[in-house]
């Protein structure tokens, strides 16, 4: 998920430099929200891990 995320982040700065603002808000949007979903994902993985026996 953080793979997609990242991925979404250099098109969004790809899109934005070569002058797509529409596409480079939509694509950064969802690389904020795909990074946030792995964050949440990423936490409860901690809590809800493996525990010593």
Do not use: C, E, H
């Amino acid at each position: 998920m953080l793979n997609w995320s990242v991925t979404f982040l250099v098109v969004a700065l790809i899109a934005g430099v070569l002058g797509f603002g529409g596409i480079a808000g939509t694509a950064a949007s969802i690389a904020k929200i795909l990074f946030m979903v792995f964050l949440v994902m990423f936490v409860v993985s901690l809590f809800t891990g493996r525990r010593a026996a």
